[in-house]
T-cell receptor, first 115, second 114 residues
Framework: DTEVTQTPKHLVMGMTNKKSLKCEQH?????MYWYKQKAKKPPELMFV?????LSINESVPSRFSPECPNSSLLNLHLHALQPEDSALYLC????WGGGTLYEQFFGPGTRLTVL | AQSVTQPDIHITVSEGASLELRCNYS??????LFWYVQSPGQGLQLLLK??????LVQGIKGFEAEFKRSQSSFNLRKPSVHWSDAAEYFC????????????FGTGTRLQVTL
């Protein structure tokens, strides 16, 4: 299985809602990533988890809360979002460790609209 | 800090014509370079990567790229474009430190005319 899955595919939420995005991989990868991609822009890194621990937080607002409950799952909890947070949220995973670089595998993304 | 420049925002080619997408990088050490392709509303698919060794790398879907250290470039090429190649193409450089960080270029949108 060389696939990263993301649910839901589409999400519409109000500014007072709480919702979660889910990402799953079964490739045995020990690094997982969240990216945000606005229309006609490249993906921007938000968070990196390696061995289920948060390694990088790219100064993301606290209304975005990541969680890595196990090595196969990555969640992004959303609360009190703003309309400007509407974007495609991409999850990726890769092998990690030993100072060696590995390619990242991306999921299809969740299209988020904040009303 | 590393950076990636894709000078061409939009390129149109005829089906069957050759293609070259430009990518220039700025990085202090030996770069790890990637080309990804993204169809509308989809995730990113890896076309090819360069870590070390042979500077001409082959990828999927008939794509290749050549790493030129002297020009800080990693241009993507395809000898004959198919209509299904129409998509957004991103060049990226990866920094390895405490964790892996991909920095993407701004992307080149490829349109293919029949």
């Amino acid at each position: 299985d060389t696939e990263v899955t993301q649910t839901p595919k589409h999400l519409v939420m109000g500014m007072t809602n709480k919702k979660s995005l889910k990402c799953e991989q079964h490739m045995g990868h020990r690094a997982m990533y969240w990216y945000k991609q606005k229309a006609k822009k490249p993906p921007e890194l938000m968070f990196v988890y390696s061995y289920e621990k948060l390694s990088i937080n790219e100064s993301v607002p606290s209304r975005f809360s990541p969680e890595c409950p196990n090595s196969s799952l990555l969640n992004l909890h959303l609360h009190a979002l703003q309309p400007e947070d509407s974007a495609l949220y991409l999850c990726a995973s890769s092998q990690w460790g030993g100072g060696t670089l590995y390619e990242q595998f991306f999921g299809p993304g969740t299209r988020l609209t904040v009303l | 800090a590393q950076s990636v420049t894709q000078p061409d925002i939009h390129i149109t080619v005829s089906e069957g014509a050759s293609l070259e997408l430009r990518c220039n990088y700025s990085y202090g050490a030996t770069p790890y370079l990637f080309w990804y392709v993204q169809s509308p509303g989809q995730g990113l698919q890896l076309l090819l990567k360069y870590f070390s060794g042979d500077t001409l790398v082959q990828g999927i879907k008939g794509f290749e790229a050549e790493f030129k250290r002297s020009q800080s470039s990693f241009n993507l090429r395809k000898p004959s474009v198919h209509w299904s190649d129409a998509a957004e193409y991103f060049c990226a450089v990866e920094q390895v430190g405490t964790a892996s960080k991909l920095t993407f270029g701004t992307g080149t949108r490829l349109q293919v005319t029949l």
